[in-house]
């Protein structure tokens, strides 16, 4: 008698789409090859103390030049999909003017080399490597960046547009806003709350402007989407002051992307909250908000960990440190005051990221009930932790394995109760340069020997194969695969 056949009943939806993420200036490297000129994180990570241990993307993990072989490496692991970002100084040097076609052509060569694997590539326009010419010229703070970022739209989807079905605008633009313009953790580097929330009008203009452009140029079975770290927050309590709280890092962490995208408007609690900061009846012109609401196809949103929060009163937890890098100065304007808190009792990564798979599954019924009608996908979701190759040549990472099991899982759940989640992106495909964290933090579910660029599959890597094969998690995490 045959045994029985284990349940599947951790299954995902049929043609769910499994893929993998990097972003061009964390592993392309080439810096300076077939004309390509500095972005503002070129210039940051030159900076001294911007970047830890001085790194820089110069090299990284040398995508640039071995696309084939991480190709093959993808097609071995069974994803269907790849996101890579695009680097704007590679195609448009200064931000302006005719394309450069040796930059156009690596693209084009990386896309191709995806459709003969068979894994669809999502592109992503703006992973925050913006032209320091454009930075010069006062960067996202300044309107004219949104017409610039308008322009390299088209001329990508003049590249492209024969052949990636799916295209991203912007990844992250809280990122680039407030770590970029308010904190100072990104590049460029500058701490000027005002100028942080002009950046964000003006990333969401880049994006309508971009997203209209594209409907336009691109086939009509075009999938046009954008990419946000929304931001899962809870009260520390129920108590009014906590609430209060919590609801001016959801409008200036979120509704300031989701209001004007998804709504049409700046929600009035965010335009009260910073109106001692930016004139909005200035800031936002007319027609800007019929342009950024242009519809997207699917929301792209990213998750690692929720974000806790209380009124300072409480004389509790850390205005400086949320998460997001230490500063003196806030990621959060008009809400300068408001304190982040660790989740107590949860197992934190190499980043000190609580782990909490129910935050993504809450995250993603919360955007589903809000936005019934608008497919999400899962766009990044993994975590670091302190890898090494062992004498046999192996990657031991179980704690990775734990955390995508357990988000997998939420994914899943979401799914089961009427999400339309479509797809999960693991980030990242290798170890990559983490921004202002360098080479310390080891993203990847491939690891790589910066040394000398070999590349050696975790055990999550072998864990995930398995997943997409099955198009579902196994019973018990599965550890130890060669
Ligand atoms: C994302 N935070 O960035 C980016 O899209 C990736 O490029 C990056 O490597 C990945 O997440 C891991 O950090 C984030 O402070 C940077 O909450 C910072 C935060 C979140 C996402």
Redo the contacts with the bound molecule.
Sequence with gaps: IAPKPAPEAAQFPAGFVWGAAT?AY?VEGAATEDGRTPSIWDTFSRTPGKVHNGDTGDIAADHYHRYRDDVALMKRLGLTAYRFSVSWPRVQPTGRGPAVERGLDFYRRLVDELLEAGIAPVATLY?WDLPQDLEDAGGWPQRLTAERFADYAEIMAGALGDRVATWTTL??PW?SAFLGYGSGVHAPGRTEPAAALRAAHHLNLAHGRAAGILRDRLPATAQISVTL?LHHVRPLTGGQADVDAARRIDAVGNRVFTGPMLSGAYPQDLLADTAHLVDWTELVRDGDLAAISTPVDVLGV?Y?TPTLVSAPADGTGDSRDD???NSDHSPWPGSEHVAFHLAEGRKRTAMNWAIDPDGLYELLTDVSRDHPELPLMVT?NGAAFDDYVSPEGRVADPERIAYLHGHLDAVRRAAADGVDVRGYFL??LMDNF??AYGYSKR?GAVYVDYATQRRTPKASAHWYADVIRRNALPTAPVTGLG
């Design positions: 972003a964390q992973h990844n992250e990122c770290n990213n690692y998460g997001h890098g990044e980030w990242s983490e921004w993203f």
